[in-house]
Nanobody, 121 residues
Framework: QEQLVESGGALVQAGDSLTLSCAAS????????MGWFRRAPGKEYEFVAR????????LYSEFAKGRFFISRDGAKNTIFLQMNSLQPEDTAVYYC??????????????WGQGTRVTVSS
């Protein structure tokens, strides 16, 4: 019954790298786009990156460009978020999302439960 399941969150030090994964199932498999959002303590949800079903339609937020990389394994119905040079401000719960594009904007129909990333100084 679970549509999206994230994993890979951890406690790391500043400068470290970490890769998150998200496995899709059920209705989420039919989504045009999958991606990642995050929510830092006391802040609103923030878009991180997205990727299309064919590995196209890739888009990164400005803070993620050149540092975070999104990819997809179609055989496993899984997307990944490789995060490099992590900083304390990257500390957040990271959520996998699946949905559709309306213009260039991603609208989310399914959410994962979140996986926590903590970056220490």
């Amino acid at each position: 019954q679970e549509q999206l399941v994230e994993s890979g969150g951890a406690l790391v030090q500043a400068g470290d790298s970490l890769t998150l994964s998200c496995a899709a199932s059920g209705r989420a498999l039919s989504s045009d786009v999958m991606g990642w959002f995050r929510r830092a303590p006391g802040k609103e949800y923030e878009f991180v990156a997205r990727i299309g079903r064919a590995g196209d339609k890739i888009l990164y937020s400005e803070f993620a460009k050149g540092r975070f990389f999104i990819s997809r394994d179609g055989a496993k119905n899984t997307i990944f978020l490789q995060m490099n040079s992590l900083q304390p401000e990257d500390t957040a719960v990271y959520y996998c999302a699946a949905g559709r594009l309306v213009g260039a904007v991603m609208f989310t129909d399914y959410w994962g439960q979140g996986t926590r990333v903590t970056v220490s100084s």
